[in-house]
């Protein structure tokens, strides 16, 4: 499609200097720390369901995790995973918080019933058939814990150009919006800012990840930036 160029150069103001299509082609193409091991993806996306950070406290829970769990075979599919018990001593010392605990054990169980090619092949199947706009009727957004945000973070983690309806997203839509004459821009509701998001790129000829990932960039200081891409290709 042609872009709209009004629209795009008030993008492009806050894209300049930002490698999106690099940044968004590292969660397409799995080139992130976990690859693409279901187990880890999984875990990820609930260790992120109580809204900590990624440095000090999602990655270091997954690694928790996948050290005791992953890397001694103990859990080797997400049928064993879901077998585990909420209380697994190992689990609370791992991932802490009850909530995600529960988020883990019961995305995997829903993960496990899935007609499937393996593990991978179910993760990136349900997140590719996933609605985002009916995500609280979905079997993984209705688990208790799994909000829009968690639930996006899963479908990006499985390959999915989407965007997640955080903060900083909303803070760039609405910056875009500012420097526009009009637009359907609306952050009022989660729904509404992914709808705004993926107006955006669809307008500006982006994808809705990039926009998610210049939002992220734009709204972290260059120290933490960097720290956090480190920690994350590591």
């Given amino acids: ?15 300049d200097g930002v490698p999106h299509e ?9 080139r992130r720390w976990t ?56 689990l609370v010392a791992a991932l802490g918080a009850q909530r995600k605990r529960e988020v ?8 496990a019933d899935r007609p499937k090619d393996g593990d991978f092949a ?10 985002h706009y009916r995500y609280d009727e979905d079997p993984v957004g209705s688990i208790s814990g799994v909000g829009l945000a968690t639930f996006q973070y899963l479908r990006q983690l499985a390959g999915v150009d989407t965007p997640r309806p955080d903060p900083t997203v909303e803070r760039l839509l609405s910056a875009v919006d500012d420097d526009l004459e009009a637009s359907p821009i609306d952050t009022s509701t989660n729904r509404r800012t992914i709808a705004s998001c993926e107006w955006l790129a669809f307008v500006a000829d982006y994808r809705s990840l990039e926009l998610d990932r ?12 960097e720290t956090a891409l480190e920690v994350a290709r590591d």
């Fill in 1 to 15: 499609m042609c872009p709209d160029q009004a629209v795009r150069t008030a993008l492009e103001r806050y894209a």
């Fill in 214 to 225: 210049i939002a992220w960039w734009t709204a972290t200081e260059s120290a933490g930036r």
């Fill in 122 to 131: 179910a993760l990136v199947g349900w997140a590719a058939a996933a609605d």
């Fill in 22 to 30: 690099e940044l968004a082609r590292e969660f397409l193409e799995y």
């Fill in 104 to 111: 883990l054990l019961k995305m995997a169980r829903v993960l």
């Fill in 35 to 90: 690859g693409d091991d279901p187990l880890l993806l999984v875990a990820e996306a609930a260790a992120a369901s109580t809204g900590q950070g990624f440095v000090d406290g999602i990655k270091p829970t997954v690694e928790r995790f996948r050290d005791a769990f992953v890397a001694t075979g103990r859990v080797d599919s997400f049928s064993t995973l879901a077998e585990l018990d909420r209380e697994d001593e190992a």
